[in-house]
């Protein structure tokens, strides 16, 4: 990325942001306004490339493990029966709407199912920051809604597993359904009894280190090195950073972890990361697509709404918080764009429906934090 590539999309970040605040809207939309404003959905001044998309994915990392260390682990134990509810009636809820839609457009049941699982993924990593801007990351909605995220994220991924086995793509050359859900069970297992034993230990040797930035910069490679090997595995790497800030935040150098991470994150990744959802919106060609793109994104909005609203009613939430845990789901994110490349990769999706549909996707996220605000300032 050159600098003037950085700096633009930092000062644009800045200025469009911090003009949301000041006409009642959320920072991270003006953020993500940033990157439509300077980008190709814009001026055309900037557009997104492999080399901001690995920028961007740092600042999701940095997000979910600074949302996992404002979490509290009783809290989500105390709410996991209403997470899990809300996890798996999102998950069955889109998964059943867009497989019948699929069919009465006319696809086959491979289509279909691929629509069923692209809109069943949930991405909560801008809903952790709205969550976290008004202090709502501990609410009962709140931790519902982060222990949804891990339920739905492994619920993902076992869907396109299942998918991408069932139609034998990756040319055969698959682990196989059993071995692939196993590896990544054992590697999440392995990797938290791991460092719940060592992370102490660890950290007691490093703060004894007369250096400023050592316990920062370990922490900060340990995320990227722990979700590198968690998505060669087919595992999101920002559910293992959220679960890592989980474990920090029961050690007693957190406050000091979170201190640095968050001023590495807030001041270079995270506003990359949402700058560079906006650069990746384009209108060209997408007018035949018009209609599909509306229709599309109601549907995406409501199922993913509604289904985590009956999941968490069900479990005896009230509705104000339910209605607060079913926007905060509404959101596709990276899991969804991962599935729809994936997907494009295997010749799956044409080049002009997968252009559709990454718009879909983000206006889905753009809509989510609108949204969420007046319902969190109530």
């Known amino acids: 990325m050159s600098e003037v590539t950085l700096a633009s999309m930092l000062f644009a970040a800045l200025f469009c942001g911090w003009l ?70 999102g998950v069955v809820t889109p998964f059943t709407v867009f497989f019948v839609f699929g069919h009465l457009l006319g696809y086959g049941n491979e289509q279909a199912l691929l629509w069923g ?24 909605a709140g931790t519902t809604i982060l222990g949804a995220a891990v339920i739905d994220d492994l619920l993902a991924v076992l869907m396109w597993t299942v998918f991408e086995t069932t139609f034998g793509l990756g040319g055969g050359q698959h682990m196989g359904l059993g071995l692939t859900v196993f590896l990544m069970l054992a590697y999440l297992a392995a990797l938290l009894l791991f460092l719940y034993w060592a992370l102490p230990k660890v950290i007691a040797v490093l703060t004894k280190v007369a250096h400023p930035a050592m316990v920062v910069t370990v922490v900060f490679s340990l995320i990227l090195f722990s979700a590198y090997f ?31 991470i968050t ?16 650069l990746k919106v384009s209108w060209t060609g997408q007018e035949k697509h018009l209609w599909l793109i509306i229709l599309l994104t109601v549907l995406a909005i409501v199922t993913k709404f509604v289904g985590p609203v009956l999941g968490a009613r069900l479990t005896g939430m009230a509705k104000r918080p339910a209605y607060i845990v079913g926007v905060g ?17 295997a010749h799956l999706l044409k080049a002009d429906v997968y252009a559709a549909m990454v718009l879909v996707i983000l206006l889905t996220t753009i809509f989510t934090p609108i949204a969420l605000k007046p319902m969190l300032k109530r």
């Open 230 to 260: 968690a998505e060669e595995l087919g595992l999101s790497g920002a559910i293992v950073a959220f679960l890592l800030g989980l474990l920090f935040s029961r050690l007693p150098v957190h406050e000091g972890v979170e201190h640095g």
């Open 329 to 345: 789901m509404v959101s596709r994110g990276e899991m969804a764009l991962v599935i729809a490349n994936l997907a494009l990769a």
């Open 117 to 140: 699982v692209l809109f069943s993924a949930t991405s909560v990593s801008i809903t952790a920051q709205i969550l976290t801007e008004y202090k709502q990351i501990k609410s009962e």
């Open 20 to 89: 949301a605040e000041r006409i009642g809207l959320p920072g991270v939309v003006g953020q993500i306004g940033a990157g439509l404003l300077i980008g190709p959905a814009g001026f055309a001044f900037l557009s997104a490339s492999q080399v901001t998309d690995h920028w961007a994915e740092i600042g999701v990392l940095l997000l979910m493990f600074l949302a996992g260390i404002e979490s509290d682990v009783d809290l989500l134990k105390k709410h996991f029966k209403q997470s899990f509810s809300v996890a798996l009636a």
């Open 263 to 278: 001023i590495l994150g807030n001041v270079l990744f995270i506003p990359i990361f949402f700058v560079n959802i906006g």
